[in-house]
């Protein structure tokens, strides 16, 4: 798991090469399916967890509670599971799981993130996509469509951040 390298304990030869992540400093977003070593990771290091529910429900907090944990000059590196979608609207991903969120309420929480941190987003990992071809929708083209809207202008705009970022070194 590639979270778990940038916290230090990825196994021999994948470990981050910089200062490891501190779990105080991670906030997990939408996780709801961990296996047993990461559920028990979470609990001794006490990660903070937002739910489905709980981005679904109120959406502010998310950027609440990350302005709390990286404080008022952190910066953010967000890693995105795209497993963290509900199977129904994206299956191209290798473990899908119900009950996740909509690639609308996706979107809308990376551009507040985007928005939110604007200037301080150090980086974006995206990991578990598996395009099906058997996938009637989104079908993969679409599939490909939706992930540069996440992470295009209308969502992440990960170029608008990497220009922000340049201007305030």
């Keep these: 798991m590639s979270l778990r390298a940038a916290l230090g304990e990825g196994p021999r030869g994948l470990q981050a090469p910089f200062e490891a992540l501190r779990p105080e400093r991670l906030v997990l977003l939408g996780a709801r399916d961990l296996d047993p070593a990461e559920e028990q990771y979470v609990q ?73 941190f604007d200037g301080r987003l150090c980086g974006t990992t995206v990991t578990e996509l598996r395009l099906r071809e058997e996938a009637l929708s989104p079908s993969p083209a679409s599939a490909k469509e939706l992930l540069s809207s996440l992470l295009g202008p209308e969502g992440l705009d990960l170029a608008g951040q990497v220009s922000n970022w340049q201007r305030a070194e």
């Design 44 to 116: 001794h290091h006490q990660v903070r967890r937002l739910t489905t529910q709980d981005l679904q429900s109120n959406p502010t907090e998310a950027v609440r509670v990350l302005k709390e944990v990286a404080g008022p000059t952190g910066v953010l590196h967000i890693h995105l599971d795209l497993d963290v979608m509900d199977p129904s609207s994206f299956p191209h991903v290798n473990v899908p799981t119900p009950q996740g969120l909509l690639p609308a309420e996706l979107l809308n929480l990376l551009r507040d993130l985007g928005s939110a």
